[in-house]
């Protein structure tokens, strides 16, 4: 599945491109049937909402899941990445954010890449994510914001924020400094100085499209989302693909597997009958 040079060109201007419609419902039920066991199941790897009760994000599905682990080879996601990064590509980090109906909370104004930089030494920029819609995602479920053509100024230097004394409360009490990032309170939000003079040269779009649909944006593009205050789920799986020839060379202790794979081998395109496009 290669791109048009029309949509490469979108994607390195706007630094993101949305493919409405990419995945048939039944390929989207056959991913949404694997998560039941894995909402149930607690693991580190199942973070929360501060309520401590409702599922905010699933990590490395892809690691022990043969459905997701395979749907990461799909040419429809994989070779997208690859032709963008120009290389060949490998699953950095997997994640589903389930932004649950009427609790789904919140994701502070950030780029993703200062994170895996600052924290995992990832060495350059030849990273990016490639977003599979598991839900219709409208504008009152808590869509994604971005500012469109933020990528082009590359890491904003953001000093580490500490997570605040409600951050250190239950369900997060005791729990390692690294868990702070997948909450609510993130350690690296861009400053509302920062933010308002970029958002009023290049405005904010809300990213909707039908469940199915694909959305890759560049790991520099500035993105947040509000909470999701409607009765409807906003389900996203996060696949972010990372250069092979960018592997991470961490200097400080290293965040889990499930957090930052290790398996560095590159991916090879494979179709999976069980996911069939529209
Ligand atoms: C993210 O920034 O990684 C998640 C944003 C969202 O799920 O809306
Ligand atoms: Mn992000």
């Given at each position: 599945v290669r791109l048009e040079a029309e949509q490469v060109k979108a994607y390195r201007e706007k630094g993101y491109l949305l493919l409405p419609n990419v995945f048939s419902d039944t390929a989207i039920e056959r991913l949404n049937g694997q998560l039941p066991p894995l909402l149930a199941d607690d693991s580190p790897r199942r973070v929360l909402e501060r309520d401590g009760n409702t599922v905010r994000s699933l990590y490395g599905c892809h690691l022990d899941n043969e459905v997701f682990q395979s749907f990461t080879r799909h040419p429809a996601v994989l070779e997208p990445a690859a032709q963008l990064l120009e290389q060949t590509a490998y699953v950095y980090q997997f994640k589903i954010n389930?932004?649950?109906?009427?609790?789904?909370d919140v994701w502070q104004w950030h780029q993703d890449l200062i994170y895996w930089v600052r924290e995992d030494g990832l060495p350059g920029p030849h990273i990016l994510n490639v977003v599979v819609f598991l839900d219709d995602v409208t504008e009152v479920n808590g869509p994604m914001f971005v500012v469109p053509g933020s990528q082009a100024r590359g890491i904003i230097e953001t000093p580490p924020i500490e997570a605040p004394p409600q951050e250190r409360?239950?369900?997060?009490?005791?729990?390692?400094?690294?868990?702070?990032?997948?909450?609510?309170?993130?350690?690296y939000a861009i400053d509302k100085d920062t933010l308002a003079s970029m958002i009023r040269g290049h405005g904010i779009e809300s990213i909707k499209g039908p469940k199915g649909s694909v959305l890759i944006f560049d790991a520099c593009l500035v993105h947040s989302s509000p909470p999701n205050l409607s009765p409807f789920d906003r389900r996203m799986m996060f696949l972010s693909y990372n250069g092979t020839k960018n592997i991470p060379v961490p200097t400080g202790e290293r965040r889990p597997d499930f957090i930052v794979?290790?398996?560095?081998r590159a991916l090879v395109p494979a179709v999976d009958p069980r996911f069939d496009q529209l």
């Open positions: 389930i932004k649950a109906a009427f609790t789904g409360r239950s369900p997060y009490a005791g729990k390692p400094a690294w868990i702070t990032n997948l909450i609510a309170s993130i350690k794979s290790r398996d560095h």
